[in-house]
């Protein structure tokens, strides 16, 4: 099983339109928890981090469910700009290293 | 104020041989790591460097090597190529004092896109 598991997508949806995106992590002593966004050929760049209360940014809003491991990412009111790739990334305590998923691909259509 | 940079952008390699990628950090950092990217995946941890000395390693071969200079900056060194190893190969800095644990960013560069053929 990977250590974490996002849908590959494609999401293609419209412009103005609440999008979802789902992870899931195997390891229940992760500790650390974030987004990242990677445009076509480029870095990858944090997007937020994640809480467990749960935490939002302008459109965004992510939340942790510790006893599922699963951790969500919502967009709202998605623009153009919003096409990326979304990594769903994770740190285990103790650890130096992020732990990626393979991202979700999202298209947002005029 | 410079980001990450790595040097060279692009390049193309024969199996068998050898390369090396070069990172300078951003300005403060002193600790960089490596990712590797294949195509459609997310990336994934070879090593970190912090003092000049490998802090961790990930899932990869010993053909994967490394090095920190004085000044930071970091080389990965990929021995006796695969046609496996082609991918983006992505190095991030951040200030061990803020400990990726706490605040998730790493700051990347844009990477080598390797080719091996």
């Known amino acids: 099983r990977k250590e974490v598991e996002q849908d590959p997508g494609p999401f293609n949806v419209p412009e103005g339109a609440t999008v979802a995106f789902n992870c899931t992590y195997s390891?229940?002593?992760?500790?650390?928890f974030f987004w990242y966004r990677q445009d076509c050929r480029k870095e990858p760049k944090l997007l937020m981090s994640?809480?467990?209360s749960g935490n939002e940014d302008g459109r965004f809003t992510a939340q942790l469910n510790r006893a599922s491991q699963y951790i969500s990412l919502l967009i709202r009111d998605s623009k153009l700009s919003d096409s990326a790739t979304y990594l769903c990334?994770?740190?285990?305590?103790?650890?130096?290293?992020?732990?990626f998923g393979t991202g979700t691909r999202l298209t947002i259509i005029p | 104020d410079a980001g990450v940079t790595q040097s060279p952008t692009h390049l193309i390699k024969t199996r068998g041989q050898q390369v090396t990628l070069r990172c300078s950090p951003k300005?403060?950092?002193?600790?960089v790591s490596w990712y590797q990217q294949a195509l459609g995946q997310g990336p994934q941890f070879i090593f970190q460097?912090?003092?000049?000395?490998?802090?961790q390693r990930g899932n990869f071969p010993d053909r994967f090597s490394g090095h920190q200079f004085p000044n930071y900056s970091s080389e990965l060194n990929v021995n006796a190529l695969l046609l496996g190893d082609s991918a983006l190969y992505l190095c991030?800095?951040?200030?061990?004092?803020?400990?990726?644990?706490?605040?998730?960013?790493?700051?990347f560069g844009e990477g080598s896109r390797l080719t091996v053929l």
């Open positions: 460097y912090y003092e000049e000395e490998e802090r």
């Open positions: 390891n229940s002593a992760s500790q650390s």
């Open positions: 994640v809480y467990s």
């Open positions: 300005s403060g950092h002193d600790t």
């Open positions: 990334v994770v740190n285990d305590f103790g650890n130096e290293k992020l732990t």
């Open positions: 991030a800095s951040e200030a061990a004092r803020s400990a990726v644990a706490n605040t998730g960013e790493l700051f």
